[in-house]
């Protein structure tokens, strides 16, 4: 909304509201418009702080924070870890460690038959997405 009013100062233009019942063609009109403006972005700020606050918690937590990623099932809110398919995280890590693309370990599980978290095949996004994730929870 600031950029709004920015470039409506900027070419001479006014705005009329017939719904919010603001028209900046005047002082006061131009003050409420912008003070809405700061007010909205302030919400969303405050909806982004306490998202982000409540995301670290629960991963610090050991809590379930997004889909459950390969390599573990949820168990009462909680992240625990499948054997299974952590043996196969580890071999994914080898591969790409070892200088494969990701597309070629996607395409090495799915000749495997290995299938994804949710019984798909396997994509270059997938395998980077879970590189990505076990890289920064390093």
Sequence with gaps: MLAIAETLD????????????????????????KMLAVLADFER??????????????????????PVPFGYDATEGRLVTVKREAK???????????G????????TLNARGIEGKRGGR???????YMVNRQARAA
Excluded: C, H, P
Excluded at 49 to 59: F, G, I, S, V, W
């Design 10 to 33: 900027r070419k001479g233009a006014d705005l009329v509201s017939l719904t919010e019942k603001f028209d900046t063609t005047t002082a006061a009109g131009r003050m409420v418009f």
């Design 45 to 66: 700020d405050q909806i982004s702080e306490r998202t982000k606050m409540a995301l670290e918690y629960k991963k610090a937590n050991g809590q379930v924070y997004a």
């Design 88 to 98: 196969i995280v580890g071999e994914i890590l080898a591969m790409r460690e070892a």
């Design 100 to 107: 494969a693309s990701f597309a070629s370990i996607a395409d």
């Design 122 to 128: 396997w994509f270059a996004s997938t395998v980077r």
